[in-house]
């Protein structure tokens, strides 16, 4: 059954109708869903409804819903701290690809080499990641963060800051990582000296290493949540 998250507030056995342009777009123009059409709506907060499109028009969607479910409360929880790509189509595939393996915050972050300062259409960034939670069958919606100072981060946090060939640094590989990871990834070029200051000194992050390559922004923070991501989901089986 094809999952479709909504930003709507779920009711049992009801008609919904769906307005939204946007939502409608993708609903018939994307997912090409049609009356009759099995579907698994949710909310991204855990509740969803196995229900029925009765009306798929270009000006209206129906569906139709059963009994309301709630789904498991996630025991673990992988927040991604990043700083901002210089390029939106780096934003896009870090999110929807960051989205299926299990991602619960998007933290986009200010730092001394960043050359990008906002996330331009928020829209269309929130529609890559419900649809790629969505296509990886995800009952719950990560959360797209405004971007904010490295220095406005809470020092509370266990953080995992992800640097290249630091003596100091710890591989990836051989932490134990039980139920939460918070991970941070440098822009293009890195993290600054005065970057490192903040991180180690103010936030007392662990430096840890994911191999001796200078990697891409994208590409290590897709290694890095893939390897908290197996290690969680082994942790947890």
Known sequence: MKYLFLDIQLKANTELSITDKQDINYIVNVLRFKKGQKVTVLDGEGLLTHSEITLAHKKEVLIQTTELIKADTQNSQINLYFGIPNKLPKLELMLKMATELGVSNFYPLHTEYSQVTSLGKQDRLLQIIKSAASQSESSFLPKLHEPQKLSDLPSDRPYLACVCRMEASTPLLDLQ????????????????SQDRQVIFEQLKAQAVSLGEKVLR?????????????????????
């Open 177 to 192: 990582i039980t139920n939460q990871a918070n991970i941070l990834i440098g822009p293009e070029g890195g993290f600054s």
């Open 217 to 237: 922004l994208e590409t290590a923070s897709l290694l890095a949540l893939g390897i908290c991501a197996l290690k969680i989901s082994s942790n947890n089986n």
